[in-house]
């Protein structure tokens, strides 16, 4: 079994937080209408940029072991919440587009499939509550310009 994780948040003034967890801190806050300043990231935005770091680190990685000459890497994640409490994820889309020189839709389709269902921890406890859809794209990278 792994090291156990910690994190910890501080009240700093009306709906203002801090999360710290090692050496990083991340400012926490609600959206005014909740009584927050929007003066940080919201709880459950920072859940989907999980689930977006989790599964952009996987793929990443096994492009790369892959060979695969990716030269940019974005995935975007988009949730929509339950209407009653506790307002949970019910869908949410993740889409990954690669930017790179002959990049194999084999090779992508592959990673995305074994963070989806094999690695990808966030995935894996979103998807208790949540439909997640997955889709990508890919971009064929310009040459660089020969100068004579």
């Given at each position: 079994?792994?090291?156990?994780?910690?994190?910890?948040?501080?009240?700093?003034?009306?709906?203002?937080?801090?999360?710290?967890?090692?050496?990083?801190?991340?400012?926490?806050?609600?959206?005014?209408?909740?009584?927050?300043?929007?003066?940080?990231?919201?709880?459950?935005?920072?859940?989907?940029?999980?689930?977006a770091g989790c599964t952009a680190m996987d793929v990443i990685s096994i492009l790369r072991?892959?060979?695969?000459?990716?030269?940019?890497?974005?995935?975007?994640?988009?949730?929509?919440?339950?209407?009653e409490h506790p307002r949970v994820f019910t869908e949410i889309w993740v889409r990954f587009?690669?930017?790179?020189?002959?990049?194999?839709?084999?090779?992508?389709?592959?990673?995305?499939?074994?963070?989806r269902d094999k690695y990808c921890g966030a995935a894996a406890t979103l998807r208790h509550?949540?439909?997640?859809?997955?889709?990508?794209?890919?971009?064929?990278?310009?040459?660089?310009?020969?100068?004579?």
């Amino acid at each position: 079994m792994s090291e156990p994780r910690s994190s910890k948040v501080v009240l700093r003034s009306d709906m203002i937080f801090t999360a710290y967890n090692n050496s990083f801190t991340i400012p926490l806050d609600a959206r005014p209408e909740a009584g927050g300043h929007s003066a940080g990231v919201s709880p459950m935005s920072l859940m989907l940029t999980s689930l977006a770091g989790c599964t952009a680190m996987d793929v990443i990685s096994i492009l790369r072991k892959k060979q695969q000459d990716v030269t940019a890497f974005e995935v975007e994640v988009e949730g929509v919440r339950a209407d009653e409490h506790p307002r949970v994820f019910t869908e949410i889309w993740v889409r990954f587009t690669v930017t790179g020189h002959s990049v194999s839709e084999t090779a992508v389709a592959r990673a995305i499939e074994l963070s989806r269902d094999k690695y990808c921890g966030a995935a894996a406890t979103l998807r208790h509550t949540a439909t997640l859809h997955y889709s990508h794209e890919i971009i064929e990278a310009a040459e660089p310009e020969v100068t004579p």
